[in-house]
């Protein structure tokens, strides 16, 4: 019954059958694609709106980090791939690994999200699906909690540290 099951499961390359890696890398990008609709709803009068009304001009930061339309194409471009990456296998899923962490990183840096945890978090989580769609599934099996573990812990480390501050060490954040 289970191998039937799994049998069935197959994606609609039809090349890789569903193994732990698949489901685990499937889930990874699902929730990612969620994340950035969800960020979308909030950002989106900032991308289209703000950004080109009132551009912020930075003369110690590269063009690419305060263009408004940078921004918005970094932004756009994992929402267009991960779908597609979603049933495409092991190939897709890096190309949509390699494309969000490389818009998450022009994100982190550009005047537009830089003070976004959003972004931080997509790149850690962007290049944890890189390795698990590149790895083997005796690399996945002996690793990949593992690196799961510690792209969480990054992920939280950084929020902690950030909170390390005198402003929020004093509790003045919160009177503001």
């Not at 039809?14 to 929730?31: D, H, M, N, V, W």
């Not at 929402?79 to 962490?101: D, F, K, Q, Y």
């Not at 699906?129 to 599934?137: E, F, M, T």
């Not at 990949?144 to 939280?156: H, K, V």
Request: glycine share 10%; aromatic share 10%; with cysteine.
């Amino acid at each position: 019954m289970v191998q039937r099951a799994r049998a069935r499961m197959l994606i609609s390359t039809g090349t890789e059958e569903a193994s732990p890696r698949l489901i685990a890398r499937q889930i990874a990008l699902g929730l990612c694609l969620i994340g950035w609709m969800v960020k979308g709803a909030m950002f989106w009068s900032l991308l289209f709106q703000a950004g080109f009304e009132t551009p912020i001009a930075v003369d110690a930061l590269p063009a690419l980090f305060t263009s408004p339309l940078a921004a918005v194409m970094a932004y756009m471009a994992p929402l267009i791939v991960m779908p597609i990456a979603l049933v495409a296998g092991p190939r897709g899923a890096l190309a949509a690994a390699v494309v969000g962490s490389v818009s998450s990183l022009v994100l982190v840096l550009h005047v537009s999200g830089y003070n976004d945890a959003t972004f931080v978090t997509s790149l850690w989580v962007f290049l944890w699906i890189g390795w698990l769609a590149a790895s083997s599934d005796t690399e996945a099996q002996r690793w990949g909690a593992r690196l799961a573990q510690g792209t969480l812990s990054m992920i939280f480390l950084g929020g902690f540290l950030g909170k390390l501050t005198p402003e929020y060490l004093s509790g003045a954040v919160l009177h503001d």
